[in-house]
């Protein structure tokens, strides 16, 4: 039986910030923790970002129309690939959204 020894891994959150609530133009179709998973595989920066558990989506205020995406992902104690992704900004559909650590 042979040993494999890892570094321990910590999980972490992220917030995302500026995500339309409606994704999809006419449609009052919700954004779903599906539909953020998906996304989050389109973008590169996300390459080597293990997700530890679905995504969650807020509603910023009932009137309006952007969303709040929380992620908790898998790291190092280090925090080496959450601060890979600390004021990056990515593309959803024809919106820039940033993702910050909080």
């Known amino acids: ?6 570094l321990p891994k910590s999980k972490l959150y992220l917030k995302i910030i500026s995500i339309p609530f409606y994704p999809y133009p006419n449609s ?6 599906s539909d953020v998973e998906t996304i989050l595989k389109q973008n590169h ?13 807020i509603k910023v205020s009932p009137k309006s129309d952007m969303a709040i995406v ?9 925090g080496k690939n ?15 959204s940033t993702d910050a650590l909080m």
């Open 1 to 6: 039986m042979s040993m494999i020894s890892t």
């Open 28 to 33: 009052q179709e919700k954004l779903s923790s």
């Open 45 to 57: 920066i996300f390459d080597n970002i293990t997700l530890a558990s679905k995504p969650r989506v």
């Open 70 to 78: 929380w992620i908790d992902i898998w790291d190092a104690q280090s």
């Open 82 to 96: 959450a601060k890979l992704l600390i004021n990056r900004c990515f593309n959803v559909g024809n919106n820039t």
